[in-house]
């Protein structure tokens, strides 16, 4: 089988390594990739946003299967494109990924169809929101309606900086078009917990639960990135939690999709916290998390391309899904100055035997050597018995891996530690 994977992260090269587990899988093409992708994948450049070049690179190869796994190609109709014209594909149409592409649609979503969340307001003009925000309790959420590089979220402390998030997201346009309505909620604490879990649209099968890191530096500190680590499982996310979850989250909705004429197919990704009420619903993300799928996919059992197929042909509820009784910790390894200015074209080594726990995000090739090209720069990742094992093992790896400027956290797991340690 000839696959195409549609992206270019860490996520991505996770992906593609899993597929390649599955012997009918033939070839596999990365719509663009990058290239530390480049022994897995052939390497296609073609922009993950360009639908009409996917479409065509997918017909004229005579691809039997597509992986679309960032947000924007699904919310701008990237399945529905491919579909049109024969590929079978692994992802929601774009009457679905509208879970994640609003924000509005999907706190309307939870509040018809009474799915747990944080209770919000939404304004579509930015003198009401002002009014509100100068008088709502503190701290409060300030979340632009579409997507921005997962930077549409500020946590306001006090009521200045809730001002300021409203000034700039709507008169400002810091999110453009993005902006162009915002949700105010009520602040919620508790731990984080992110679940994946592949629907057909009938069935949900979650996968084990993982812990993002989301701050740059130690301690939660620094500003928000698009991730630094992950490991999985989640110790707050008991088997009592995710039968709760079950029940009153990822069931409810995958039928209110339905009943919208929404079905979602694919990898839901439910960004849960686990408050003194109970779990909510923080976000849905309409894909694989990043970089949540570089722990969860290296302890999955089960064949992913099977799955994924499952998915698309309604069946999921007669496939194994199966993930290993070990844990997993990834650490991201970032261009120093991440998120925000950083330097680039560094040469980027990685010892061969841990090329498997490497997944490569922000590199390229350059007169045949891979250089940093972005600010997370790639995740390592560990499988061991345990969590603690799975760190250190993580960190051992890290040290095999070399670049100039690389920066990453140093404590990668260490709450879910001490969550275990109780
Ligand atoms: P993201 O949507 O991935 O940019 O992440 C936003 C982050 O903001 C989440 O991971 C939470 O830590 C935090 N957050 C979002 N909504 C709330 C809320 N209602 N209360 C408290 N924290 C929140
Ligand atoms: N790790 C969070 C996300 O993928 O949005």
Redesign the pocket.
């Known amino acids: 089988m000839k696959i195409m994977v549609v992206g270019g992260g860490g996520r991505e090269h996770a992906i593609i390594k899993k597929l390649k587990e599955n012997k009918n899988v033939t070839e596999i093409f990365a719509l663009p990739g990058n290239g530390g992708m480049a022994k897995d994948a052939t390497l296609v450049p073609i922009g993950a946003k360009d639908i009409p070049a996917i479409v065509e690179f997918a017909k004229s190869n005579a691809i039997d299967y597509a992986v679309v796994a960032p947000d924007d190609p699904l919310v701008l109709g990237c399945v529905d494109a491919l579909e049109a014209v024969g590929v079978p594909c692994f992802g929601p149409r774009a009457n679905a990924a509208i879970i994640e592409g609003s924000m509005v649609f999907s706190k309307n979503l939870m509040k018809k169809y009474g799915i747990p969340t944080?209770t919000y307001e939404v304004f579509d003009n930015a003198e009401a929101a002002l009014e509100y925000v100068s008088s709502c309790p503190i701290?409060t959420?300030v979340?632009a309606d579409g997507l921005?590089l997962?930077?549409?979220?500020i946590?306001a402390m006090d009521r200045e900086t809730a001002i300021d998030a409203v000034k700039s997201i709507m008169q400002e346009g810091k999110f453009g078009a993005s902006g162009n309505q915002i949700v105010v909620?009520?602040?919620?604490?508790g731990p984080?917990v992110s679940v994946l879990a592949f629907t057909d649209g009938k069935a949900v099968k979650p996968m084990v639960s993982s812990m993002?890191h989301?701050r740059a530096l130690d301690n939660d500190e620094g500003l928000?990135t698009g991730g630094m680590g992950t490991i999985a499982p989640n110790p707050y996310y008991t088997e009592e939690i995710a039968a709760e979850c079950m029940e009153k989250i990822f069931l409810p909705t995958i039928d209110a999709m339905n009943k919208e004429g929404r079905t979602f197919k694919g990898c839901l990704y439910f960004?849960l916290?686990l408050t003194p009420s109970g779990p909510?619903v923080?976000?849905y993300?309409c894909r694989f998390g990043d970089p949540e799928t570089q722990v969860v996919l290296p302890l999955l059992e089960s064949d992913l391309l099977e799955i994924m197929m499952a998915t698309t042909n309604g069946n999921l509820d007669k496939c194994e899904v199966k993930f290993a009784k070990s844990a997993a910790c990834c650490v991201i390894m970032a261009s120093k100055g991440y998120p925000e200015k950083y330097e680039s074209g560094y040469e980027i080594t990685i010892s061969d035997d841990v090329y498997d726990s490497v997944y490569v995000a922000g590199a390229k090739l350059s007169d045949g050597k891979l250089v940093n090209a972005g600010g997370r720069v790639l995740g390592v990742t560990a499988v061991e018995d345990n969590l603690g094992d799975a760190i250190k093992s993580a960190y051992n790896k890290c040290k095999k891996v070399d670049f100039a400027n690389a920066y990453y956290r140093s404590d990668i797991g260490a709450k879910a530690i001490k969550a275990l340690e109780g």
């Not at 909620?185 to 604490?189: G, P």
Request: no cysteine; charged share 35%; aromatic share 4%.
């Open positions: 944080a701290p959420v979340k921005a997962g930077k549409g979220v946590i909620e009520e602040f919620l604490t984080e993002d989301k928000n960004g916290m909510k923080i976000e993300n």
